[in-house]
């Protein structure tokens, strides 16, 4: 509560129990598998461990430690008070899969496993590379595309049927799963991917298809249309859908999108 109390004067803002033991998680290096005792939060108070507060005895850690802690205060409440500040992402930044999993208070970072989807904790983040290279298998160049700045036209992975346990929740309760959708252009721009906001299924799009695979053999996808519930602004709808890669256009959208926001914080 005490904690709570200090965030709701500082950033107007409150984290539930959830977000709390993520938290904790972080601090302690679960969610990266390498845990270390940092902190303790066995009882009612939250201490720091003794092997860690010995650390501190040193200046240079101490600063540094001070330092980052500082600058990541400063950096969140800059981010609060943006109009794009959409439950812990902000509209066309980016992000990698491992950020994505640490932000969805996911217990561990799983990045590795991620790929186009995963459905964790009432969370199923949509990792989409817009424009397909040649060179990967042909069971994964979905036709995938926006049909407006407000609706995507998404496929699940291959060999997947209505019947698949993720997609049959995602299309019978998804009202209670958060769908967030990343995107790149293409995967030239690297490995993180613009949080292009939250998105609901039409329930009523969900269809069985087929895609050749590189055999020549069709094997079964689920296509569906996403409905973002922030339509795409103009700027990096056209920047993604372009099809040629252009360095400087992507500076471009990324200056544009900082100044913007820097207007409106």
């Avoid at 004067?9 to 998680?25: A, E, K, L």
């Avoid at 507060?53 to 240079?60: G, S």
């Avoid at 990792?127 to 397909?132: T, W």
């Avoid at 055999?215 to 993604?240: M, Q, S």
């Amino acid at each position: 509560k005490m904690v709570n109390d200090k965030l709701q004067h500082d950033f107007q803002f409150q984290i539930n129990q959830d977000t709390w033991n993520s938290c904790i998680r972080n601090l302690n290096f679960q969610f990266v598998r390498k845990e270390k005792s940092v902190i303790d939060a066995s009882g009612e108070s939250i201490k720091l461990t003794e092997t860690f507060a010995n650390h501190l005895d040193h200046p240079i850690f101490k600063n540094h430690l001070k330092d980052s802690t500082e600058y990541s205060i400063d950096t969140f409440s800059k981010k609060r008070k943006s109009a794009d500040f959409q439950n812990g992402f902000v509209l066309y930044e980016k992000y990698s899969r491992k950020d994505v999993c640490r932000i969805l208070n996911w217990d561990l970072n799983e990045e590795a496993t991620v790929y186009g989807y995963k459905l964790i904790k009432g969370t199923c983040p949509i990792f989409v590379n817009y424009h397909k290279e040649e060179n990967i298998a042909s069971s994964t160049k979905f036709p995938e595309k926006f049909l407006s700045n407000s609706q995507f036209l998404w496929y699940s992975k291959p060999n997947r049927k209505l019947s698949n346990s993720t997609l049959s929740e995602i299309k019978n309760n998804s009202k209670n799963i958060r769908l967030p959708l990343f995107m790149k252009k293409s995967n030239g721009e690297g490995s993180d991917f613009y949080y292009m906001g939250d998105v609901q299924p039409k329930v009523e799009s969900f269809e069985e298809t087929t895609i050749e695979n590189d055999k020549g053999a069709d094997v079964p996808v689920v296509k569906v249309v996403l409905e973002l519930i922030t339509p795409v602004e103009n700027a990096i709808f056209d920047y993604i859908t372009h099809e040629e890669t252009h360095h400087s256009n992507a500076s471009e959208v990324e200056t544009q999108f900082d100044q913007k926001k820097e207007t409106k914080i």
